[in-house]
């Protein structure tokens, strides 16, 4: 019954994760960097960050914040901030060592969840995907649609989310990919940076609230 509205939801979540963004750029930087490890479980930080979404988009809760333009700005300048945060570190980052880029170094527990915060708090925290699950729970999904199936969209969504990233972090961390990557070095995380900060800019200044 409620296949075409799935598929509907499944299209336009495609169209919306392929465009690059801050996910990517996380995902891409923490891959080329520090590995597939790394990228992987910044990968599934971003696709778990989908659930927030989801879960304020089924109680209502984004519809209060869309409304109120204090709050959404504020929800706003945090996101920016943290961007600019992410992209300040890259910025200052320095040349890899072949230590760092064969990650025979790196410290896995504690990297894996930085990693996987990093993923959380980028998706989590930003505001056009915020925009974005509102406007798919209220236009494209039925308010007839049971709840039970809205919260099995949701969990579609997310792990749609986290695959596309795995793929990025497989692609990125590819030793071809990275040795090639590893040749720029730290150019490659200032770049990054530049990416990061002025993302966090345009966020910061747009209108959306």
């Given at each position: 019954m409620y296949w075409?509205?799935f ?13 690059p963004?801050?996910?990517?750029a996380v995902v ?9 490890r790394?990228g ?12 927030v979404?989801v ?9 209060i ?9 504020l929800?706003?300048?945090?996101a ?5 945060y ?6 200052r980052?320095r ?14 527990a ?10 959380f708090?980028?998706?989590?925290l930003?505001?056009?995907a ?24 949701g969990l ?6 986290a695959?596309w990233?795995l793929?990025?972090a ?11 990557f590893?040749r ?9 940076g530049?990416?990061?900060i002025g ?8 209108e959306?609230?």
């Amino acid at each position: 019954m409620y296949w075409m509205e799935f598929m509907t939801v499944a299209l336009v979540h495609l169209l919306a994760v392929a465009s690059p963004g801050p996910d990517f750029a996380v995902v891409v930087r923490e891959s080329v960097a520090q590995g597939r490890r790394a990228g992987s479980w910044t990968a599934l930080g971003v696709g778990c960050g989908i659930f927030v979404h989801v879960a304020y988009s089924l109680l209502g809760i984004g519809l209060i914040v869309s409304q109120s333009i204090v709050l959404f700005n504020l929800f706003k300048w945090l996101a920016a901030a943290y961007l600019v945060y992410l992209g300040w570190r890259a910025l200052r980052a320095r040349p890899m060592s072949l230590e760092a880029i064969d990650g025979t170094n790196a410290p896995v527990a504690r990297s894996a969840w930085r990693a996987f915060v990093i993923g959380f708090v980028t998706n989590g925290l930003n505001p056009k995907a915020t925009l974005f699950f509102l406007s798919l729970f209220t236009v494209v999904i039925s308010p007839d649609t049971p709840l039970l199936v809205q919260a099995g969209y949701g969990l579609y969504l997310a792990g749609a989310t986290a695959l596309w990233f795995l793929l990025v972090a497989w692609l990125f961390s590819r030793g071809r990919v990275r040795a090639g990557f590893a040749r720029m070095g730290h150019w490659f995380d200032r770049l990054t940076g530049a990416v990061l900060i002025g993302l966090g800019a345009r966020l910061a200044l747009s209108e959306i609230g």
